[in-house]
């Protein structure tokens, strides 16, 4: 059998060295980490006389920051559930361990260090010891599962690469001390993903079955809402996930307990399936990001600024990124939901152009549905000649379709997919007689993928993969023959559909958390199959969250991304101070004038007078603060962008030429101008410079 990550280690702590051991596998080597120099070895014996002994879930990886490189290890991990015998965890508690005896304290470090740990404590990371939850039934049954964990999982799911980085590049090359590469170091490189996670053991029609679903989000371009969208150059796009629902039905394992469980129980081999073939059947779809050059530009209005570069300089990233989405799911159908009027009408013809210029021939056509009138554009090839050939574009209007709460028009979409669903199919496999490793006999294999977009790849995005999924898991019950030809299980177990709708309505949230701060929008569709109006007051409420959240907050939270991804690497990219706010004083002391002129005003109308007291000074001053206060409010939002909270790592290209031409602009203002000092202009740029050091933006 393969190796896989240790259940349980224990952290021996000295002033020279941190060693992890494993209690239930003795014989195997212990892993030492030297301090403070942080130099990985493999030691055949325990190192005894640690101060400090702890037990730990698993090792998260390493990551150096300005001053101290630290170990971060995973203190507490929740069970949540078991997917053919192997228990899924969901990390709850992290440990940062710090390479020097004494650490230095430094406001910097600090900063660091409160967002990387407020990234891992908000951020949904799940992992499992025996499964690779970052690969699909299909893509795992075409792997080899000699190799160790880790090296099956899927690079665009492996969450945590860059921190294991130190511990793979010691597996694979070993240091001057240990040459070659060091085996002894796999089952301590633990692949963690992050998105969501549900497994639920249920029933329908009295037959018994498990359904997981499971959303891995890219660890490529990963960002928030309006500091990461489109594609770079390397062809990622944003808010890349990738849904699987699975169904598995003939499983008696989900109930089996154990800590660590041997060979068997792992792969689903104990407590026996009643002498049925245990079945497995997933279903995969795709969300990503419009593939061109785009973003969209806070300034504090409620509409973000949108711009959009040439289509043809995005061509050669494109056409990498569906090289790679054809290679792993096969073709692609590209369901567009962004409006065809409006600001969104130019997301939308830049995505057609993009394909008709990767697609050979292309022949652009109006279908118009014969009962509801509605139109589907679609850009199809004339002939498969090459691989972009195999993608297939499909615009659907969502927002105009379903207005006035007519949400069951989306089944008009569903209805033009019919075909391609139809020819696509889903992946099924049972587990193979008396195979301890957990291989499958593969009896069918989805053959290609529907990718949705709209502008954020969430609220819109969600109600249609739900609508999906419902489809193909109604296909894969009537296959199985739990529903009779024709039998929806909408309408034959009422209890398992309030299930469905309740795991997709979650699966929203939780996507829509990561990337925008709020839960999804239109979820009491999901939810409850009808658009509601207390539905549209919590979007409105969620609308207005996402507001505040996109223009003052979303800024620290790129910059953890960015961080625990390893997009950037303190003390090697920073040039001056990276946190401070060295924008004019001037410029920051505008909100706290319009707080105290506020306040003032407040004063004025709520204070108490003396009957003999003159009216007008009082009139007076507070016409005179609310003035202050308009004039105040009317600069922060005429200069937005000088009042957004951009992150401050890796600031965008259009943060830096939207803030310089806004600073431009207040040097003319009649009123403030000739207080801005040129000194002050060039402190203000001093955050975005550490970034674009030697970046070269292609126009």
């Known amino acids: 059998m393969t190796s896989l990550p240790f259940r349980d280690i224990n952290v021996h702590a000295s002033a020279t060295h941190y060693a992890f051991t494993s209690p239930s596998s003795p014989s195997t080597p212990t892993l030492v980490v030297d301090r403070p120099s942080g130099d990985l070895r493999l030691n055949d ?70 967002l990387l740990k407020t990234f891992i404590k ?21 792997l080899d599962i000699s190799q160790p ?122 407590g026996g399936s009643g002498g049925k073939e245990v079945q497995i059947m997933s279903y995969v779809q795709t969300r990503g990001s419009v593939p061109v050059f785009w973003a969209e530009v806070n300034t504090l209005h409620y509409t973000p600024k949108l711009q959009i570069r040439g289509v043809e300089s995005a061509v050669s990233a494109a056409r990498t990124h569906f090289d790679e989405q054809i290679r792993l799911y096969g073709d692609n159908y590209l369901v567009n939901l962004v409006n065809q009027k409006g600001r969104e009408k130019r997301v939308k013809d830049a995505y057609e152009q993009m394909v008709e210029l990767l697609v050979s021939s292309p022949v652009e056509r109006t279908q118009q549905d014969q009962i509801a009138g509605e139109k589907f554009h679609i850009v199809e090839p004339t002939g498969k000649r090459q691989q972009m050939d195999r993608l297939h574009y ?89 529903l009779a030809r024709g039998e929806t299980f909408t309408t034959a177990d009422p209890v398992f559909e309030i299930l469905f709708r309740k795991l997709w309505a979650d699966n929203a949230d939780v996507v829509s958390k990561s990337y925008s701060g709020t839960g999804a929008l239109k979820t009491d569709f999901t939810r409850t199959g009808v658009r509601t109006k207390a539905g549209a007051l919590q979007d409105l409420r969620n609308s207005i969250t996402r507001y505040a959240r996109n223009n003052f907050l979303d800024g620290p939270k790129q910059d953890s991304f960015d961080l625990f991804l390893g997009t950037y690497l303190p003390g090697t990219s920073s040039i001056g101070p990276v946190f401070a706010d060295t924008r004019p004083l001037l410029i920051q002391s505008i909100p706290y004038i319009l707080a105290f002129s506020l306040f003032f005003t407040f004063v004025g109308l709520f204070s108490k007078r003396l009957p003999d007291a003159a009216v007008l000074p ?79 933006r292609i126009e």
């Open 45 to 114: 014996g325990a190192l005894l006389g640690g101060k400090r002994v702890s037990s730990i879930a698993g090792i998260l990886g390493m990551i150096k920051l300005r001053l101290d490189k630290y170990i971060i290890v995973i203190t507490k991990a929740q069970p949540m559930g078991r997917i053919k015998g192997h228990m899924v965890y969901k990390v709850i508690a992290t440990e940062f361990l710090p390479l020097r005896e004494r650490p230095l304290h430094d406001l910097e470090e600090d900063t660091y260090l409160g």
């Open 122 to 142: 908000s951020g949904p990371m799940y992992f499992s010891y025996s499964f690779d939850i970052t690969n699909s039934f299909q893509r795992q049954s075409q």
């Open 149 to 270: 964990l880790w090296k099956r999982a899927d690079d665009r799911f492996f969450w945590n690469k860059f921190i294991q980085s130190d511990l793979i590049d010691f597996r694979s090359s070993g240091t001057r001390h240990q040459h070659g590469q060091q085996p002894g170091v796999d089952p301590y490189i633990l692949p963690v993903v992050f998105g969501m996670l549900e497994i639920v053991s249920t029933s329908i029609k009295s037959t018994p079955l498990t359904i997981v679903l499971i959303t891995r989000r890219s660890r490529h371009r990963a960002g928030t809402r309006y500091f990461s969208r489109g594609i770079d150059e390397q062809g990622n796009v944003s808010n890349f996930n990738e849904t699987e629902q699975i169904i598995i039905l003939n499983d008696n394992t989900s109930g089996l307990g154990g800590f660590a469980g041997g060979g068997g129980m792992q792969n689903g081999k104990i």
């Open 394 to 482: 499909v615009y659907f209007d969502f927002h105009n379709e379903t207005k006035g709460l007519q949400w069951h028009r989306a089944q008009l979409l569903l209805d033009q997919l019919n075909e391609a669903l139809e020819r696509q199919q889903y992946f099924r496999g049972v587990d193979m007689p008396a195979d301890f490793e957990g291989r499958l006999d593969v009896r069918n294999h989805q053959t290609s993928v529907v990718r949705t977009n709209c502008m954020d790849c969430l609220d819109r995005t969600n109600v249609v993969q739900s609508m999906l999924a419902r489809y193909a898991l109604n296909r894969q019950l009537t296959d199985l023959g739990v």
């Open 618 to 696: 009082v009139r007076i001053f507070i016409i005179f603060w609310i003035l202050v206060a308009g004039w105040c409010l009317n600069f922060i939002f005429k200069n937005g962008m000088l009042y957004v909270n951009w992150p401050k790592l890796n600031p965008r290209p259009w943060a830096i030429e939207g803030y310089n031409e806004t600073i431009s602009h207040v040097r003319k203002d009649k009123v403030i101008g000739g207080m801005m000092s040129r000194h002050d202009r060039n402190l203000s740029m001093a955050r975005y410079t550490n970034a674009e050091e030697g970046k070269k």
